[in-house]
């Protein structure tokens, strides 16, 4: 366990969007004028990204169709803008007009994360930036966060023998799925607060990882007991471990023991698990990504690289999926010859069939929401159940590893990786199957529940290709 190095806050939670009016800067009135005089920013170990930090959208007028904006919407990173250009070239005017000054840039690509200078608000620049011709996507930095912590969800002890004989699998038929194939060959990417590294459920299952909180190679769970979020990392990994034991599980720190984290956190982290060592031409890449994390607010530069994080397709003049600058020349060669990565994401614990979770609502190819079910077959009391949402997974009184033993807990970052470790073991059947038709797979493949238009997650079904039972159980 390690002690965090700084009190940063990383929720990826976000402020509402700013409003479509066009003011004056604020800036122009207190005599700045955009061109210097903000802080210089030292990279840390001399590689591209700084200081860490999270995002929210005004996406070239507004919110995207379809979009509902939450009355309890995230607050964003103070003073942060993350913005993504159609070209590189298009920063230096951007600089040079707006009193903004650079904290860190999203590798080669045009994307990049920016710091107000003087006495201006972020969300007063947003409207701005968005009408100008070399802006894709102008948002501020949104909060992640677990959504247990943001509920207050505390775990309870629990025991191995409770780990390895519970109702969820048995829910979900996995051991007769795992008798097919255990998930042998896939890498789980778990992008959260860390894990226990040297629990027994976990061991000879770990891949190296990276703590995107401190910035260095340790991933391990920070904070104590007591802490909001505390275990919640390893208690997902735990569950990608139960239902893929021969998958191997790259930890990611992304989210501090409070549970909270930021939207350029989780694309830097995203970036790392789909090409660790940063040569396209390895296949070192995550198959699976798991994110038991979430926001209320909608993040254009998050859809961007979830999509890259995919191999979708490019799409020249879309805001989110414009990749034409040459930047993004290592996410063509990666993809090339191929599969992208199918990201599952918990759908959140708002016990609301309205308010939305993202990413799990970014609507991606390759990008699975999942809510929770629990023991009688219903969808679970404090899980979100929205149209948008699909697929259910077992999620309420889940055991898992924590550090120094074991805890039940219950809630939709339970039920995520468990749809994670069935992914592991489709992709093990099939390594070919891109990260879109694994989802659809995992999607199509569920049985019917009672009381609700979601489909539970069926290992059997899911890794043989049969369809499940229509009939609610």
């Not at 005004?58 to 993504?84: H, M, Q, R, W, Y």
């Not at 699909?390 to 807990?409: D, H």
Request: proline share 7%; net charge neutral; aromatic share 4%.
């Amino acid at each position: 366990m390690k002690v965090p190095a700084s009190p940063v806050r990383l929720r990826l939670l976000s402020a509402a969007l700013a409003s479509c009016l066009i003011v004056a800067p604020a800036w122009a009135k207190n005599g700045e004028d955009g061109r210097g005089g903000g802080p210089k920013v030292s990279v840390p170990g001399g590689k591209l990204g700084g200081p860490r930090a999270t995002a929210r959208e005004t996406i070239k007028g507004g919110i995207k169709g379809g979009d509902t904006v939450s009355p309890t919407a995230d607050a964003g990173t103070s003073g942060e803008v993350l913005v993504k250009l159609a070209t590189t070239q298009a920063l230096p005017a951007l600089l040079s007009k707006y009193p903004l000054t650079l904290l860190s840039r999203f590798g080669a690509r045009p994307i990049y994360r920016l710091k107000v200078i003087g006495n201006v608000r972020a969300q007063d620049l947003l409207p701005q930036l968005a009408l100008e011709p070399g802006v894709l996507i102008a948002e501020d930095n949104p909060l992640q966060r677990s959504p247990e912590a943001r509920k207050n969800v505390a775990w309870a002890i629990g025991t191995q023998q409770d780990y390895v004989a519970q109702w969820g699998p048995q829910a979900m038929r996995l051991a007769e799925a795992q008798r097919l194939g255990a998930g042998a060959g896939v890498r789980v990417a778990v992008l959260d607060t860390g894990v226990d590294l040297g629990h027994p459920a976990l061991a000879g299952r770990l891949l190296p990882g990276f703590d995107f909180v401190d910035f260095d190679a340790d991933p391990s769970e920070g904070g104590t007991a007591g802490q909001p979020s505390h275990g919640h990392g390893t208690h997902v990994a735990g569950l990608v471990a139960l239902a893929a034991p021969a998958a191997k599980i790259m930890p990611i720190r992304v989210l501090d023991a409070d549970g909270v984290g930021n939207a350029w956190v989780l694309a830097e982290a995203l970036l790392h698990a789909i090409d660790p060592d940063g040569n396209p031409a390895t296949d070192d890449g995550a198959h699976v990504i798991n994110l038991s994390l979430g926001s209320l607010s909608r993040t254009g530069v998050l859809g961007a690289v979830l999509q890259i994080a995919a191999c979708t397709p490019a799409l020249a003049g879309d805001a989110v999926g414009d990749r034409s600058d040459p930047g993004y020349a290592d996410d063509e060669a990666r993809c090339t010859g191929r599969v992208g990565a199918v990201v599952v994401a918990a759908a959140g614990n708002d016990a609301s069939s309205e308010i939305r979770q993202y990413p799990a609502a970014e609507g991606e190819y390759g990008l699975v929401p999942v809510a929770a079910s629990n023991a009688a077959g219903r969808v679970a009391g404090f899980s979100n159940s929205g149209g948008w949402i699909e697929l259910a997974a077992p999620g309420e009184g889940l055991t898992s590893a924590v550090p120094g033993g074991y805890a039940t807990w219950s809630g939709t970052s339970m039920a995520a990786p468990l749809v994670s470790g069935t992914a592991a073991l489709v992709r093990a059947r099939f390594p070919t199957m891109s990260g879109k038709d694994l989802a659809r797979r995992l999607e199509d493949s569920a049985a019917a529940m009672c009381g609700t238009k979601l489909r539970q997650l069926d290992a059997v079904a899911a890794v043989t290709g049969a369809r499940a039972s229509a009939v609610c159980r």
